[in-house]
C-alpha cells in the first residue's frame, strides 16, 4: 500500500522568512510525487512534480522540493515567504505510478503574518 | 487555458436523497477523477474514468455511483445521500501519464442534513 504523511497540522511565519514543509511517502518503488496548493475556497493548484534527475526540483512562485529516496521524503521549501503564500499545501504521489488518481497527505495549513 | 468547472457550487441535500453532482473539462483529457475532501482531511479518491462509458472504483467507492457519457462529462452519483457524505467535493481531470499534471475543478460543497 502507499501513503503519504505530512507530520506538520500547522506552521506558522512571519514574512520574510523561510519556510519548510515535510513530506514523508511509502512506496514499492521510485514514486510520482507532486505539491499541490489550496487557496480558499479554491480547487488545487500543482506547485511542481517529480520522478527522476536532479533531487532538487523548482517550482512555480519561488518554491523548490528536494527529493531524498534514503529517507522517503520529499520536502518543500521557499526562501523568503510573502503573505500571499498562505495556503493548505499537500504532498501526493501517483496512484501505482499510473494516471490513476492521487495519494494525498492530510495537508499542512501554513499562515504567513506581517 | 485548461478549464474544469462543477456544478453546483453548493448543495445542501437531505438523507436517502439522490444527488448527482456534475463535471466538465475543455481539456481534451481522456482521465478524470473524483475526490472528496473532509474538513481538515487531505483529498480521497473516489472515482476514475479514462474512457468515456467507463468507471473504475478508487480507494473509498462505497455510496457512490460514477457516470462518464462523454470525454468531457463526468458525474458522480450518491443514490441514497447519508450524513457521513457530506464534505466537499473536487472533480480533476489530467493526461494519460503517471507525471500528469491534474486539473481541478473549484469543488462543489454538499451538505447532507
Known amino acids: 500500500a502507499q501513503s503519504v504523511t505530512q507530520p506538520d497540522a500547522r506552521v506558522t511565519v512571519s514574512e520574510g522568512a523561510s519556510l519548510q514543509l515535510r513530506c514523508k511517502y511509502s512506496?514499492?518503488?521510485?514514486?510520482?510525487l507532486f505539491w499541490y496548493v489550496q487557496y480558499p475556497r479554491q480547487g488545487l493548484q500543482l506547485l511542481l512534480k517529480?520522478?527522476?534527475?536532479?533531487?532538487v526540483v523548482q517550482g512555480v512562485n519561488s518554491f523548490e522540493a528536494e527529493f531524498s529516496k534514503s529517507n522517503s521524503s520529499f520536502h518543500l521549501q521557499k526562501a523568503s515567504v510573502h503573505w500571499s503564500d498562505s495556503a493548505v499545501y499537500f504532498c501526493?504521489?501517483?496512484?501505482?505510478?499510473?494516471?490513476?488518481?492521487?495519494?494525498f497527505g492530510l495537508g499542512t495549513r501554513v499562515s504567513v503574518f506581517p | 487555458e485548461a478549464a474544469v468547472t462543477q456544478s453546483p457550487r453548493s448543495k445542501v441535500a437531505v438523507t436517502g436523497g439522490k444527488v448527482t453532482l456534475s463535471c466538465h473539462q475543455t481539456?481534451?483529457?481522456?482521465?478524470m477523477y473524483w475526490y472528496r475532501q473532509d474538513t481538515g482531511h487531505g483529498l480521497r479518491l473516489i472515482h476514475y474514468?479514462?474512457?468515456?462509458?467507463?468507471?473504475e472504483k478508487g480507494d473509498i467507492p462505497d455510496g457512490y455511483k460514477a457516470s462518464r457519457p462523454s470525454q468531457e462529462n463526468f458525474s458522480l452519483i450518491l443514490e441514497l445521500a447519508s450524513l457521513s457524505q457530506t464534505a466537499v467535493y473536487f472533480c480533476?481531470?489530467?493526461?494519460?501519464?503517471?507525471?500528469?499534471?491534474?486539473?481541478f475543478g473549484p469543488g462543489t460543497r454538499l451538505t447532507v442534513l
Open positions: 480533476a481531470s489530467s493526461e494519460d501519464r503517471g507525471l500528469a499534471e491534474q486539473f
Open positions: 512506496y514499492s518503488a521510485t514514486p510520482y
Open positions: 517529480y520522478y527522476s534527475g536532479d533531487p
Open positions: 501526493a504521489l501517483s496512484r501505482n505510478n499510473y494516471a490513476q488518481g492521487l495519494t
Open positions: 481539456n481534451n483529457h481522456d482521465y
Open positions: 474514468s479514462y474512457v468515456a462509458d467507463s468507471t
